[in-house]
């Protein structure tokens, strides 16, 4: 089984402030990473993944995660947000072993909120 | 290519009462899987079909939940009768079978308030 910590549940910075979401997983087999983001009334959007690879991965708006296998983490950052990016951000595992339909395992989420 | 569609958006019923809950995939999504997030908790895992099968059903809460998805097209979940602690967002997933989690297209959820 997995489990997944996010270490803060609410998260405000000042809009063009650097920001690090923590994300914290326990598992007993090897997994792929995630962080998915749902803004308001919007579903979850995948941000960005780590699958096998370099262990920095990046999304396209600027966000990016390193996966720790040592410090089972995956941090997610960007040096400098916008107030577009408040949103709620959750990170996610699944086990390398069921690539095809497997679930995912959530954390509780963090609320981002940027303030001008 | 349309998204993933989940209606009501909201509903609110009453204790006792039913309520059924739909999703829509994707057109040629064989996976469809089924999510809840109670009282701003973590996003639970509620079921997976492939096609019309139940592939996984190890997350549904109890025989109060039910679940179909009639030939392989759209999935609906039906609560009988519902309880206060099934209040929460009911969220739906779709994917190609080769992709599995990578290719997850989830829909808006449906906000599902018990009173």
């Known amino acids: 089984a997995q489990s997944v910590t996010q270490l803060d549940s609410q998260v405000p910075v000042f809009e063009e402030a650097p920001v690090e979401l923590r994300c914290n997983y326990s598992?007993?087999?090897?997994?792929?990473l995630f962080w998915y983001v749902q803004y308001p009334n919007q579903g979850l959007q995948l941000l960005l993944k780590?699958?096998?690879?370099?262990?920095l991965v990046e999304s396209i708006n600027g966000f990016e995660a390193e996966f720790n296998k040592s410090q089972t983490s995956f941090h997610l950052r960007k040096p400098s947000v916008h107030i577009s990016d408040t949103a709620e951000y959750f990170c996610a595992v699944t086990p390398l072993a069921e690539t095809s339909g497997s679930r995912l395992t959530f954390g509780e989420g963090t609320q981002l909120t940027v303030n001008p | 290519e349309a998204g993933v569609t989940q209606f009501p958006s909201h509903s609110v019923i009453e204790k006792g009462q039913t309520v059924t809950l739909r999703c829509d995939p994707i057109s040629g999504h064989d996976n469809l899987y089924w999510y809840r997030r109670v009282m701003g908790k973590e996003i639970k895992f509620l079921l997976h079909f492939v096609k019309e099968s139940k592939q996984d059903e190890s997350g549904m809460p109890n025989n109060r939940f039910l679940a179909e998805r009639t030939g392989g097209t759209y999935s609906t979940l039906k609560v009988q009768p519902a309880e206060l602690e099934d209040s929460g967002v009911y969220f739906c997933a779709s994917s190609q079978w080769a992709n599995g989690p990578y290719g997850y297209t989830f829909g808006s959820g449906t906000r599902l308030t018990v009173v």
């Open positions: 780590y699958l096998s690879g370099s262990t």
């Open positions: 598992s007993s087999v090897s997994v792929y």
